[in-house]
């Protein structure tokens, strides 16, 4: 099962669908970085099917893309835990924050040449978060 990103040119005199870029099973959310060269797309996968289920997945994907021409080109994929349900960028583009909802913690990565690198930076969170934002 795959699903895609649908780019939408807004600034054209009638907006419309550009492209459509296979990402991965149910994404869930995805962030624009702020210059607008990145988008980071969650990828739950199967990770949140129960795991009786024959198809359940003990992980995830966050997936990095990068802007080509008018449209986006998957360029990484890195493991994360279940249930993703949010990512941030900073307000400097420096960093990404991913959300994993099952494991209570945040996974921080570092931007750098346009790539994602795992700090192994985990910021543990009380409860079962399932939405994230950075403040500029």
């Given at each position: 099962?795959?699903d895609?990103?649908?780019?939408?040119?807004?600034?054209?005199?009638?907006?419309?669908?550009?492209?459509?870029?296979?990402?991965g099973?149910?994404?869930?959310?995805?962030?624009v970085?702020?210059?607008?060269?990145?988008?980071?797309?969650?990828?739950?996968?199967?990770?949140?099917?129960?795991?009786?289920?024959?198809?359940?997945?003990?992980?995830?994907?966050?997936?990095?893309?990068?802007?080509?021409?008018?449209?986006?080109?998957?360029?990484?994929?890195?493991?994360?835990?279940?249930?993703?349900?949010?990512?941030?960028?900073t307000?400097?583009?420096?960093?990404?924050?991913?959300?994993?909802?099952?494991?209570?913690?945040?996974?921080?990565?570092?931007?750098i040449?346009?790539?994602?690198?795992?700090?192994?930076?985990?910021i543990?969170?009380?409860?079962?978060?399932s939405?994230?934002?950075?403040?500029?």
């Amino acid at each position: 099962n795959i699903d895609a990103l649908t780019v939408v040119d807004l600034k054209a005199e009638r907006p419309h669908t550009t492209d459509v870029v296979p990402i991965g099973a149910i994404p869930e959310s995805i962030e624009v970085s702020p210059d607008g060269s990145l988008v980071a797309a969650v990828v739950m996968g199967s990770s949140n099917y129960d795991e009786s289920n024959p198809l359940y997945k003990d992980d995830a994907e966050v997936v990095l893309l990068e802007r080509m021409d008018d449209s986006y080109e998957v360029v990484q994929r890195e493991r994360i835990k279940r249930i993703p349900e949010g990512v941030a960028f900073t307000a400097d583009g420096k960093y990404l924050v991913v959300q994993c909802h099952k494991a209570k913690e945040l996974f921080v990565f570092e931007v750098i040449d346009q790539r994602l690198v795992d700090t192994g930076e985990r910021i543990k969170v009380p409860g079962y978060a399932s939405s994230l934002r950075a403040a500029p």
